[in-house]
């Protein structure tokens, strides 16, 4: 959650909740759940990309969008 620390304050600014799921088989799965939800997804693995990239294929990230 490190790497997406500069991300925090927006996804919550946004009305977004941002949270480690579960870890299994050395996979660690990322929740958001708020708006926007599938351009958020796309920031999110963005910047696990750019800070971490060789954990890329060692996190998942589930987005869903809010109930409005």
């Known amino acids: 959650m490190q790497a997406l ?3 925090l304050p927006a996804v919550t600014q946004m009305g977004g909740q941002l949270a480690a799921a ?6 660690v799965t990322l929740r958001y759940e708020g708006p926007n939800a ?7 693995e963005m910047e696990l990309n750019d800070k971490l ?16």
């Open 38 to 44: 599938v351009t958020v997804k796309y920031g999110l």
């Open 5 to 7: 620390s500069n991300l």
């Open 53 to 68: 990239p060789d954990a890329a294929g060692s996190v998942r990230i589930e987005a869903v969008e809010a109930a409005a």
């Open 22 to 27: 579960d870890e299994a088989n050395g996979t």
